[in-house]
């Protein structure tokens, strides 16, 4: 049985678990599922919110507009009651739970993503420190002088991951999975440093009552977590009381979010060596306890089989990742746009726009993103690469990470956020406001199309970059759009040359994650005659053209070859590559490197 085989039997298997009657409803519900974990519609929706929020800050709305926002609502318990304007419970309550999010991608990164491994991790992480340095010298040279403004050099320093890698899905397997990873890996570090930023630099004077308050109950967290808690209800109770006492104590409260999901278990508490060898086991007496003639609601010892199932299979899951998966599509769909239509609101009524932009807020703003971030990137990535430090992603070129470097200027959320905190006068806000959209929109705009003419040029040449991971692997929530999308074309193939290098090279991956680089020739061979690997070449070459519609080649100029990688180094004369070095196999013209 081929891999294609395989996978639509498991499609098929899926599928029959679920009643005729209800596959249809199962079919939707999927649908919904897979449309709420897109970055790129995710992205979408906020860019929407903040367009709406612009278009109401300008009309005769807009009055009514604040006013609902500064609407209050709170909770009284006997004779102490908390309350706070609309606006207020977004930026402090709800933008902790994406700080909470924010903090549960950050552990995943260092407990099993791209900051595991320091070496591979540098470039991008060095490179953060670069995108944070370079905006703060040109944002001070605009506004040293002023003393009402030189305390929002921290607005222009962080990288909004949900925008910037929503733009570059759009892209989807057009560009290197190395992008993909460098980009994501620098905003994660740009959240870190922006979260310490805020933490130290953007509070109000703290009070060391309720900073002892949060030391207390930080070391219940621990315990709980030392003490193998795996249930995510207490941590989630003992939460509310951390986010209190932070929001209490001066620091911002969205800290809070973060601290939490430092304290929350990665790991599984079942011992997964046993776990299949005792599924196999339930799920064998289940099959015996089961009668089909009697209604499943009246066989008690089989629902108490399959329930103990169930429940453990959930534990599988680290709570980690049970509650990072949960609170994606409500961060993404609801929290953040949320925040983009209350925080989005740039009124130019009653001023002119020379008037807003002739502000040393504005200019430091705009030109610390638009301008600062891609220097500070691509400068302290260039170092990293000359110093061998580092080296660049697996078949990512410096006009890729031009493309990603000017991507890095995307900063609407933390940005925007940032402002908030930094100035107490309204109009230095609006300013920074205002530097913020258009820079973001310049930088997103100029970031896609600077990587879209890189991919046409590679699609010209019938180069596509198609990421699969292994069925272990596990991967962010903003990755899984493009891993699937490249999974269902690569599922087509069913050369069993070809299979056999996928594999081999998720095995040889520490991540799980590999990259097939097809590069189609004059020849449409790989350097072989074999049957195997003409029929690879037809599969993949549908592939390219598949993901490609309207693609033309120059097939004088390409030699043809295909490649798979896990970025760990060159491509073997088949493609599969590894870390040790390039191929031995020197006969061959076709090897893609």
Not at 230 to 240: K, Q, T
Not at 329 to 340: G, Q, S
Request: charged share 15%.
């Amino acid at each position: 049985m081929t891999a294609s085989d395989d996978t639509t039997s498991s499609r098929s298997s899926a599928k029959s678990v679920y009643i005729d009657e209800a596959q249809v409803n199962q079919a939707r519900f999927q649908s919904i599922l897979n449309f709420t974990y897109s970055s790129t519609k995710a992205a979408a929706l906020m860019l929407i919110a903040a367009v709406l929020a612009l278009i109401v800050a300008n009309s005769g709305a807009y009055h009514e507009f604040l006013e609902f926002w500064e609407s209050s609502f709170g909770i009284i318990v006997g004779t102490a009651h908390l309350s706070l304007p609309l606006a207020e419970i977004i930026n402090d309550i709800f933008m902790a739970v994406f700080f909470l999010l924010v903090g549960l991608e950050i552990k995943y990164e260092m407990t099993a993503g791209d900051l595991v491994n320091i070496n591979q991790a540098l470039l991008p992480i060095i490179a953060a420190f670069g995108g944070v340095f370079a905006p703060i010298v040109i944002y001070s040279i605009f506004n040293i002088h002023f003393a009402d403004t030189a305390h929002g050099w921290g607005i222009p320093t962080a990288t909004d991951i949900a925008f910037a890698l929503g733009i570059l899905a759009l892209l989807g397997n057009r560009v290197p999975n190395g992008v993909r990873v460098f980009l994501s890996t620098l905003a994660v570090a740009d959240d870190i440093i922006a979260i310490l930023v805020i933490a130290l630099f953007y509070g109000q004077t703290p009070s060391f009552m309720w900073l002892g308050g949060v030391a207390l109950i930080m070391v219940v967290l621990v315990l709980m977590n030392r003490f193998h808690v795996y249930s995510l209800v207490p941590y989630l109770l003992v939460g509310v009381a951390l986010w209190y006492c932070v929001f209490m104590s001066g620091v911002h409260s969205t800290i809070a979010g973060v601290l939490l999901a430092f304290t929350i278990p990665a790991s599984s508490h079942i011992n997964l060596g046993r776990f299949s060898i005792w599924s196999r086991s339930a799920t064998e007496k289940a099959q015996k306890e089961y009668d089909p003639s009697l209604p499943v609601s009246a066989q008690e010892v089989y629902l108490k089989t399959v329930s103990s199932l169930s429940d453990v299979a959930r534990k599988v899951v680290p709570p980690a990742t049970r509650l990072e998966h949960t609170l994606y599509p409500w961060v993404y769909f609801f929290i953040l746009p949320l925040f983009a239509l209350t925080n989005a609101d740039v009124s130019l009524l009653g001023s002119s726009f020379g008037e807003l932009v002739a502000n040393p807020v504005f200019f430091g703003v705009f030109f610390g993103l638009l301008l600062g971030k891609p220097l500070g990137i691509l400068l302290f990535s260039f170092l990293v690469i000359k110093t061998k430090i580092a080296r660049l992603p697996e078949n990512t070129s410096w006009m890729h990470m031009i493309g990603a470097g000017i991507l890095g200027g995307v900063g609407f959320t933390m940005a925007i956020f940032v402002a908030n905190l930094a100035f107490p006068d309204a109009a230095h806000v609006v300013n920074a406001k205002l530097a913020i959209l258009l820079a973001s929109a310049t930088a997103g705009i100029v970031g896609f199309l600077f990587l879209a003419i890189r991919a046409r040029a590679d699609q010209k040449r019938g180069v596509a970059y198609l990421s699969t991971a292994s069925n272990a692997a596990a991967h962010q929530t903003a990755h899984s759009e493009t891993i699937e999308h490249s999974k269902e074309l690569l599922d087509k193939i069913s050369s069993p040359l070809a299979r056999q290098e996928i594999e081999a090279a998720q095995r040889d991956s520490s991540s799980g994650v590999t990259e097939v680089v097809v590069e189609l020739g004059s020849d449409q061979l790989f350097g072989t005659d074999s049957a195997d690997t003409t029929n690879e070449v037809d599969e993949l070459r549908n592939i390219v053209e598949m993901d490609a519609p309207g693609n033309t080649r120059n097939n004088a100029d390409a030699p043809g070859s295909t490649g798979v990688s896990n970025n760990k180094g060159c491509a073997s004369k088949t493609g599969a590559s590894d870390n040790k070095g390039a191929s031995d196999n020197t006969d061959s013209p076709h090897t893609h490197r």
